[in-house]
């Protein structure tokens, strides 16, 4: 188990049906990873690593020059999770990928379960000139439907094999069968990793501002620099003094999709001041975690698509959470 305040190591999951494009993505993150990253594959086969990059090699463990590593799942997820813990240093971040026909938003569950890790959240790649198809497909309708539902974040990968109208066309389809996920879209797996909830800086903003390090006056205050090509904008919500936990959790999940992620220390009727947590829909109270003896005041980081969400809303989201 952690210790007492120790960071968790950010958790991204990949899914998508077969031929989406999630190799493709995976080499993406391991050639180009800013943090050190650990991925988890069915196979070590299909992801083309440059053999350059490549450090050291092993049965189930790929090194790489970078310091991240690629692990194979052959043995088992847990199997793989384990030899991952266990390597030293840790990785910063860990990328699991979900086989072509699973949930990935039940491999998720253990992003929820590990105290050591922290779920960033399910990105879920969809082939913009194939998806409609499999989605028609009574054999594979079930499948890929839960595959979508499951996205928090929605990369429209392959946009190179449709035409504008076609495109068009998907992204609306898309809205609804992902229930309003963020979406972005990119061609081969070229996602900028700032889009990739664990990796770029957004994890990391959270987790100083959630530590007391970003203090602003009002209710809500941009807490991200006003970069217009960066991917994601954030807030910092300042709490009320006491809230109603389920109130919150209740709030929380039913914000709007693009509202990615949600961190920080608030004071509940339930726990006293506790650390909250919003990935992916999911909400955790994580009453081991301790507060930083400098905390100036409850409040929360809010990290959302760009110009996706109104900052003005947020509190109008949040106010009702109040005990």
């Keep these: 188990m952690a210790?007492?305040?120790?960071?968790?190591?950010?958790?991204?999951?990949?899914?998508?049906?077969?031929?989406a494009g999630k190799t493709s993505l995976l080499n993406h993150v391991l050639s180009r990873s800013q943090r050190r990253a650990a991925v988890l594959v069915n196979d070590f086969g299909p992801v083309d690593i440059d053999a350059g990059l490549i450090a050291q090699r092993s049965d189930q463990v790929i090194r790489l020059a970078n310091g991240c590593?690629?692990?194979?799942?052959?043995?088992?997820?847990?199997?793989?999770?384990?030899?991952?813990?266990?390597?030293?240093?840790?990785?910063?971040?860990?990328?699991?990928?979900?086989?072509?026909?699973?949930?990935?938003?039940?491999?998720?569950?253990?992003?929820?379960s590990d105290p050591m890790l922290q779920l960033e959240g399910v990105v879920v790649l969809a082939d913009a000139a194939n998806v409609r198809t499999l989605a028609a497909d009574p054999l594979l309708a079930d499948t890929v439907e839960r595959q979508l539902k499951a996205a928090d974040l929605l990369?429209?990968?392959?946009?190179?094999?449709?035409?504008a109208a076609e495109l068009a066309s998907l992204r609306s389809w898309l809205q609804a069968a992902t229930r309003g996920a963020a979406m972005v879209e990119t061609r081969e797996g070229r996602v900028d990793l700032r889009h990739l909830l664990g990796e770029g800086g957004s994890c990391g903003l959270a987790q100083a501002c959630a530590s007391g390090a970003c203090n602003h006056a009002g209710h809500v205050h941009a807490a991200m620099p006003d970069d217009p090509d960066h991917p994601f904008q954030s807030w910092l919500w300042r709490a009320p003094a006491l809230l109603d936990a389920d109130r919150l959790a209740s709030r929380l999940r039913d914000a709007p999709r693009q509202l990615l992620r949600a961190k920080g220390w608030v004071r509940t009727d339930r726990h006293g001041l506790v650390?909250?947590?919003?990935a992916g829909r999911r909400v955790r109270y994580d009453t081991q975690a301790r507060p930083p003896e400098d905390l100036d005041e409850p409040s929360l980081v809010l990290i959302g698509m760009r110009g996706a969400v109104?900052?003005?809303?947020?509190?109008?989201?949040l106010a009702p959470a109040a005990a």
């Design 310 to 317: 109104d900052p003005a809303d947020v509190d109008a989201w």
């Design 69 to 112: 590593v690629c692990c194979s799942v052959a043995g088992g997820l847990d199997d793989a999770l384990a030899r991952v813990l266990a390597l030293d240093p840790l990785p910063e971040w860990i990328v699991i990928e979900a086989s072509g026909v699973s949930d990935p938003g039940r491999i998720a569950q253990v992003g929820m």
């Design 3 to 19: 210790a007492h305040g120790a960071p968790r190591i950010a958790l991204t999951v990949v899914g998508g049906f077969l031929g």
């Design 275 to 278: 650390l909250v947590q919003l």
């Design 155 to 163: 990369v429209l990968n392959k946009t190179d094999l449709a035409s």
